[in-house]
């Protein structure tokens, strides 16, 4: 029997998980749990490099986002699900990277100069904003991941845990693999109103929505602006409604609203309301599992209990590995 290999992603618990998420990341997971090795943690540590004045909602974060994972369809026969505080070792591994990681690697770093500048109503002078990537180098390497799924603006994150652990490597002898980065597909998908979907604009349809709060937010979501009239033909490539068709509208219905879109045959609110009952039937294995998950809250624990101390047992055996290439096993 060939070994799978072995690869590792996060996210961080800052509520919901909404479209953008599921689409760009979440859906490429359970895809992969049927051929990899997968580990896969909620980052509350790295929540907290931003968003360390508010604390208070983390545990219910924590909740949601591992209650969407398995909603979304992970499947803890097939793949580990574990929480990062949960396991103490990624904060040493944390500390001794840290030690040999070069600050202008850190402040190089392109997420943390964009970051920066867009989130300028919070304070990120801290160490931890700063070190966040060597953080997530520790969490990586911990389980010696061959590969991160990511999409392609993430590659870096990758590179610096791939120079982190090299580095590692030359001072004290082979420990690490160097992971790869897998790139995988991930849609641009906007929100309500053309930008970005997220959190923070208030833009987002949740994979918790139920269908009459899809089918509100549908209804409010921007179409071909130069379209001011029923009468008026339509431009569907650049409609976002017709983006999500594409998504959850079978082909040859998509062709056809194309077409008579084009001829000012369909109006953008029948347009609408076309795409939301087809968003809401693409969902509902989604919201079935949610409801068997939300019924069973003992089980949740359990799966994430098990996850951790699985998850613990390899980190614990790397941290054995690390302290005998320092010589702190003493």
């Known amino acids: 029997m060939v070994d799978k290999k072995r690869i590792l992603s996060g996210m961080r618990p800052t509520g919901a998980l909404h479209l953008g998420n599921y689409l760009g990341a979440l859906a490429n997971w359970v895809e992969m749990q049927e051929t990899y090795d997968c580990f896969f943690f909620v980052a509350d540590w790295h929540a907290l490099t931003s968003d360390y004045e508010n604390p208070a909602d983390m545990g219910q974060y924590v909740r949601e986002i591992l209650l969407d994972w398995l909603s979304a369809g992970l499947d803890p026969e097939k793949c580990t699900l574990f929480v990062q505080s949960k396991i103490p070792e990624h904060a040493e591994l944390f500390l001794i990277l840290s030690m040999i990681t070069p600050v202008p690697w850190l402040e190089r770093n392109p997420t943390y100069k964009d970051q920066i500048v867009q989130l300028q109503n919070k304070d990120l002078s801290t160490f931890g904003f700063l070190g966040y990537p060597v953080l997530q180098a520790a969490d990586i390497i911990m389980y010696k991941a061959q590969g991160v799924p990511v999409g392609v603006d993430q590659v870096p994150h990758v590179e610096i845990t791939r120079e982190i652990a090299r580095r590692f490597n030359h001072l004290y002898g082979p420990v690490f693999p160097e992971p790869d980065a897998i790139l995988t597909r991930t849609p641009k998908i906007l929100g309500l109103d053309r930008r970005k ?40 490539d650049v409609c976002n409604v017709f983006e999500f068709h594409k998504l959850y509208t079978d082909p040859a219905a998509t062709a056809t609203i194309h077409k008579q879109c084009r001829g000012a045959e369909i109006g953008c609110v029948e347009c609408k309301k076309i795409m939301a009952e087809n968003l809401i039937k693409g969902l509902a294995p989604i919201h079935e599992r949610r409801r068997y998950y939300l019924e069973r809250p003992d089980l949740v624990d359990q799966i994430v209990a098990e996850g951790n101390t699985k998850a613990r047992r390899v980190a614990q055996q790397t941290m054995q590995e690390v302290r005998a290439a320092i010589k702190i096993d003493y």
């Open 197 to 236: 979907m997220s959190k923070s604009y208030g833009n987002a349809i949740y994979l918790s929505d139920s269908p009459e709060a899809i089918r509100t937010k549908v209804m409010q979501m921007v179409t071909d602006p130069q379209r001011m009239r029923r009468s008026d033909p339509g431009n569907p």
